[in-house]
């Protein structure tokens, strides 16, 4: 897919129109159409990406890498917007069926993964979209009279993809919450889960005794 979306640049010059080309999973924007053998601009590797979309404003959508890259876009419509987040979203999960299923999971920190957390869901939300656009595709082309046979394949096997996709971010955004979960509990109760039994209990989180002079002065051990 190609076309013009409205990238964010600076304060300075705000929003600029930019000719994005998405092909072979990679998304890549040049200063315009006429300027497309002169090198593009940027890049982005979709597997790579989070996709978002706004609340407030129907013509917006983010694709991020977190930490590193950001491209905020505005389609000129809500329905080019819509086909930009169907490619977006088919590419990425036709990016996950190739990954090796048997590689590891990795474990993060508890304050990564509650980020990550947050990530998950926003895609989840994202291909819930996807899937509704997806199904529907599915359907016009298996009504059409002939059906349209190669559409529907097409349809079919990017529908296939995104439940694929949709499934192990479910998982994984299960991992992620019971991880979270797990956790907090014991800091959340820690005298139903290790009574006193006679002994003092001393706060995790308690601060350190003052002393008149106002300076903190360490415990005794």
Same mark, same amino acid.
């Given at each position: 897919?190609?076309?013009?979306?409205?990238?964010?640049?600076?304060?300075?010059?705000?929003?600029?129109?930019?000719? /994005?080309?998405?092909?072979?999973?990679?998304?890549?924007?040049?200063?315009?159409?006429?300027?497309?053998?002169?090198?593009?601009?940027?890049?982005?590797?979709? #597997?790579?990406?989070?996709?978002?979309?706004?609340?407030?404003?129907?013509?917006?959508?983010?694709?991020?890498?977190?930490?590193?890259?950001?491209?905020?876009?505005?389609?000129?419509?809500?329905?080019?917007?819509?086909?930009?987040?169907?490619?977006?979203?088919?590419?990425?999960?036709?990016?996950?069926?190739?990954?090796?299923?048997?590689?590891?999971?990795?474990?993060?920190?508890? #304050?990564?993964?509650?980020?990550?957390?947050?990530?998950?869901?926003?895609?989840?939300?994202?291909?819930?979209?996807?899937?509704?656009?997806?199904?529907?595709?599915?359907?016009?082309?298996?009504?059409?009279?002939?059906?349209?046979?190669?559409?529907?394949?097409? #349809?079919?096997?990017?529908?296939?993809?995104?439940?694929?996709? /949709?499934?192990?971010?479910?998982?994984?955004?299960?991992?992620?919450?019971?991880?979270?979960?797990?956790?907090?509990?014991?800091?959340?109760?820690?005298?139903?889960?290790?009574?006193?039994?006679?002994?003092?209990?001393?706060?995790?989180?308690?601060?350190?005794?003052?002393?008149?002079?106002?300076?903190?002065?360490?415990?005794?051990?």
């Amino acid at each position: 897919m190609e076309g013009v979306l409205w990238k964010w640049t600076n304060y300075w010059t705000g929003w600029q129109p930019r000719w /994005f080309v998405l092909d072979d999973g990679i998304l890549v924007y040049y200063k315009s159409q006429e300027e497309v053998n002169q090198g593009c601009k940027g890049s982005l590797k979709i #597997s790579a990406c989070e996709i978002s979309v706004s609340q407030t404003d129907p013509f917006r959508l983010d694709v991020t890498v977190p930490g590193e890259q950001h491209f905020y876009l505005r389609a000129s419509t809500s329905h080019e917007r819509q086909q930009w987040l169907v490619a977006l979203g088919s590419a990425k999960a036709c990016e996950g069926m190739t990954k090796d299923a048997t590689i590891e999971p990795v474990y993060l920190p508890v #304050s990564e993964e509650k980020n990550n957390l947050k990530s998950k869901r926003s895609e989840l939300r994202l291909y819930c979209d996807l899937l509704m656009q997806q199904v529907h595709s599915v359907k016009h082309a298996a009504t059409q009279a002939p059906p349209d046979i190669e559409k529907l394949d097409e #349809s079919t096997h990017l529908l296939t993809a995104t439940c694929d996709t /949709f499934i192990s971010t479910l998982e994984e955004c299960l991992r992620l919450a019971k991880a979270e979960f797990t956790y907090q509990l014991p800091h959340t109760h820690p005298s139903v889960d290790k009574p006193n039994n006679g002994y003092s209990y001393d706060p995790p989180h308690s601060p350190a005794p003052v002393s008149p002079s106002g300076r903190k002065t360490s415990r005794s051990k």
